[in-house]
């Protein structure tokens, strides 16, 4: 069992800046593959990025890549989604996601396991 907490959203101008925390507390978060979702008002929960449990390899969405860099720290049982030049679009609800696996990177919703509740991103345009 995991349970994860969002935190670092806001509200910020185009081409800013924020960096998103998601601490996870329970057992093994090494063992964790973790991932970035974001739903927009009005739209489905989409994939943004996730990183393997060791950080060897790291998968982002088409609209984020070069923008956007997620990175753990094990050792703080935390990890975090660095989004830069940010653009009105990527207003969003942000979600982070666990899944115990250390086979696989999933990049779906229905494949992780636990979900923290969200913080809100807003770019002002």
């Known amino acids: 069992q995991v349970q994860l907490v969002e935190s670092g959203g806001g509200l910020v101008q185009a081409g800013g800046s924020l960096r998103l925390s998601c601490a996870a507390s329970?057992?093994?978060?090494?063992?964790?593959?973790m991932g970035w979702f974001r739903q927009a008002p009005g739209k489905g929960r989409e994939f943004v990025a996730t990183i393997r449990w060791s950080g060897g390899s790291t998968y982002y969405s088409n609209s984020v890549k070069g923008r956007f860099t997620v990175s753990r720290d094990n050792a703080k049982d935390t990890v975090y989604l660095q989004m830069n030049s940010l653009k009105p679009e990527d207003t969003a609800v942000y979600y982070c996601?666990?899944?115990?696996?250390?086979?696989?990177?999933?990049?779906?919703?229905?494949?992780?396991?636990?979900w923290g509740q969200g913080t809100q991103v807003t770019v002002s345009s």
């Open positions: 329970g057992r093994n978060f090494s063992n964790y593959a």
């Open positions: 996601a666990a899944k115990d696996t250390r086979l696989v990177v999933p990049r779906t919703t229905w494949d992780y396991d636990y």
